[in-house]
């Protein structure tokens, strides 16, 4: 699909939800896809890309952002302590927040740095055991933590368990978003963003819609 119709698809979801036109920002989900596939939808105005590799991300972007003015690149996969530094570097935001010892690597950082990526908790909302994210009736906890560390929290994340349906997993985030003000809702993929955009989500992660399926 181009990205002219993922656009209109989301104005459409945007207005069927009685929501302001631009209140819902596309990530194009870049992540293994061939540098062809992504070189056209930066020549067709997309800046806004998600990743969920820091070293893939670094070898991608660091030339692309040489090149291309205005570009912002979201942390959506799991990360790990020992390549906070890199993700603080290259990240203008970070969606997979998800544990006590990543918020204490972020807030050394933020105050080595004096700057801070946005930050996103996620939240595991199907609790299932191999997933990450925080278990939601932890959330509320991890995210009042990051708060007294002086952490850039903006929103929750959430990725629904596969092949189930995503509405209640998307209504569950918007509640746990809701009770600690946070206005961020990163949730909806391919299959499901205009549902998500429905319920809420400021963040929608689209990858094979836009760029095709990925060729692992
Ligand atoms: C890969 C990925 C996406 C994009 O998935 P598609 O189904 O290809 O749109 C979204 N979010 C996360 C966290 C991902 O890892």
Redo the contacts with the bound molecule.
């Keep these: 699909m181009s990205l002219s119709t993922i656009k209109s698809r989301i104005h459409t979801a945007e207005a069927r939800a009685g929501r302001p036109q631009g209140s819902v920002t596309l990530l194009a ?1 870049s ?1 293994v896809q061939p540098a062809d596939r992504v070189r056209a939808v930066l020549e067709q105005g997309q800046r806004v890309f ?1 990743e ?1 590799r820091v070293q893939e991300a670094q070898g991608r972007w660091l030339p692309l952002k040489q090149e291309f003015e205005g570009i912002s690149l979201h942390l ?2 799991p990360l790990q302590t020992n390549k906070v530094r890199s993700a603080v570097e290259l990240f203008d935001a970070i969606h997979s927040v998800d544990r006590l010892k990543l918020a204490h690597a972020l807030a050394r950082l933020a105050q080595e740095r004096g700057t801070c990526p946005d930050l996103f908790v996620q939240v595991n909302t199907g609790a299932e055991p191999q997933k990450a994210g925080v278990m939601p009736d932890q959330a509320d906890e991890l995210i009042s933590q990051m708060r007294s560390m002086d952490l850039p929290v903006v929103g929750v994340m959430c ?1 629904p368990p596969f092949d189930m349906d995503a509405a209640p997993h998307f209504r569950e985030l918007a509640e746990i978003g809701a009770r600690n003000g946070l206005p961020g809702l990163s949730m909806g ?3 499901d963003f205009e549902t998500a955009i429905e319920m809420g989500a400021t963040h929608v ?5 836009l760029f095709g399926a990925r060729v692992p």
């Excluded at 992660?205 to 819609?209: D, F, H, I, L, M």
């Design positions: 989900v992540k998600g969920n959506i996969g990725i993929m391919s299959d992660r689209v990858g094979s819609a």
